[in-house]
């Protein structure tokens, strides 16, 4: 497929590429696939045009640019849409990733971060304090599509979706104009935001309430596999662990081990390996079902 399309040739794009501050990359421009590239590669699209923006105003810019010319807008945060709703043939791509800015205000437990953000950088911003907001399992994953999607991560159990802490979020609206939304301002779009499907503005910050957790900020989790030849030792150690002497923090992490050592010994090692990577493929393509579904919606 090329890149030749009616929106590519009847759009004035010197035009917007003259108002940005950021780049703007077309066909042909040195980085122009990379920047049309996202986390799922079977994602193959080629857009008219990809805003690399810098502030609210080059969004602005965007905005009215694709609605005065009627082009299919596309919004790409973190890039890890399954369906690649991060990028669009044809249209303007609005590429957040250089807003990246995160700020913590440790007595209101507030963090305030931009479109851009991965999750490693508001953790990395919130960790430090000791605090964290509940987030997904990916470092690289984009805060905006995770929270404007729910948002289930390891403190879920304990604290909630990431849209169940959002606090209020900076949306550049269809018209052009810039609003706040929160429970007190713009109430209807602050609800839309929080797992409302899309496609209602396009969120530039995010002010997220964080949680104090673990010693200085650190908790250590995940899944534990051990070798067969150990499972008798290994489920001695895991009895001592009772599952409900454990945080809800940890919940999650003592269900895990517990259910992984007492299958340990009714399957090999490869079987058991093979039905992991099972779930995995299955979840995959569940979450890739979901995901276009929400866009035909």
């Given at each position: 497929?090329?890149?030749t399309?009616?929106?590519?040739?009847?759009?004035?794009?010197?035009?917007?590429?003259t108002a940005?501050?950021?780049d703007l990359?077309?066909?042909?421009?040195?980085?122009?696939?990379?920047?049309?590239?996202?986390?799922?590669?079977?994602?193959?699209?080629?857009?008219?045009?990809?805003?690399?923006?810098?502030?609210?105003?080059?969004v602005?810019?965007?905005?009215?640019?694709?609605?005065?010319?009627?082009?299919d807008?596309?919004?790409?945060?973190?890039g890890?849409?399954?369906?690649?709703?991060g990028v669009a043939?044809?249209?303007?791509?609005?590429?957040?990733?250089?807003?990246?800015?995160?700020?913590?205000?440790?007595?209101?437990?507030?963090?305030?971060?931009?479109?851009g953000?991965?999750l490693?950088?508001?953790?990395?911003a919130?960790?430090?304090l000791?605090?964290?907001?509940?987030?997904?399992?990916?470092?690289?994953t984009?805060?905006?599509?995770?929270?404007?999607?729910?948002?289930?991560?390891?403190l879920?159990?304990?604290f909630?979706?990431?849209?169940?802490?959002?606090l209020a979020?900076?949306?550049?609206l269809a018209?052009?104009?810039?609003?706040?939304?929160s429970?007190?301002?713009?109430?209807?779009?602050f609800?839309?935001?929080?797992g409302?499907?899309g496609?209602f503005?396009?969120?530039?910050s995010?002010?997220?309430?964080?949680h104090?957790?673990g010693?200085?900020?650190?908790?250590?989790?995940?899944p534990?596999l051990?070798?067969?030849?150990?499972?008798?030792?290994?489920?001695?150690?895991?009895s001592?662990?009772?599952?409900?002497?454990?945080?809800?923090r940890?919940?999650?992490?003592?269900?895990m081990?517990?259910g992984?050592?007492?299958?340990?010994?009714r399957?090999?090692?490869?079987?058991?390996?093979?039905g992991?990577?099972?779930?995995?493929?299955?979840?995959l393509?569940?979450?890739?079902?979901?995901?276009?579904d929400?866009?035909?919606?």
């Amino acid at each position: 497929m090329t890149a030749t399309t009616a929106g590519l040739a009847s759009a004035p794009y010197d035009d917007l590429a003259t108002a940005l501050r950021g780049d703007l990359i077309r066909p042909g421009d040195t980085g122009y696939d990379q920047a049309r590239a996202v986390y799922n590669g079977m994602i193959d699209k080629y857009p008219a045009a990809i805003a690399q923006v810098r502030d609210v105003a080059d969004v602005i810019a965007c905005v009215n640019f694709g609605r005065e010319h009627g082009l299919d807008l596309a919004v790409r945060g973190g890039g890890h849409s399954a369906a690649g709703l991060g990028v669009a043939d044809g249209g303007l791509v609005i590429d957040m990733s250089l807003l990246r800015s995160t700020t913590v205000s440790p007595g209101d437990h507030t963090v305030r971060v931009d479109a851009g953000c991965t999750l490693g950088d508001m953790d990395h911003a919130t960790v430090a304090l000791g605090m964290a907001t509940p987030s997904g399992f990916l470092a690289n994953t984009g805060v905006a599509g995770l929270a404007l999607g729910g948002g289930v991560g390891y403190l879920t159990r304990r604290f909630g979706l990431t849209a169940d802490n959002l606090l209020a979020a900076d949306v550049v609206l269809a018209d052009g104009s810039f609003v706040t939304a929160s429970e007190t301002s713009h109430p209807d779009l602050f609800w839309a935001l929080r797992g409302g499907g899309g496609n209602f503005g396009v969120v530039t910050s995010f002010t997220f309430r964080t949680h104090d957790i673990g010693e200085n900020g650190i908790i250590i989790g995940g899944p534990v596999l051990y070798d067969l030849a150990d499972t008798g030792e290994t489920r001695h150690d895991i009895s001592l662990f009772r599952l409900d002497r454990f945080d809800p923090r940890r919940g999650v992490v003592a269900r895990m081990v517990h259910g992984i050592v007492h299958r340990v010994e009714r399957v090999d090692g490869s079987r058991l390996l093979f039905g992991l990577l099972l779930l995995h493929f299955l979840l995959l393509l569940k979450l890739l079902d979901l995901a276009l579904d929400r866009r035909d919606s």
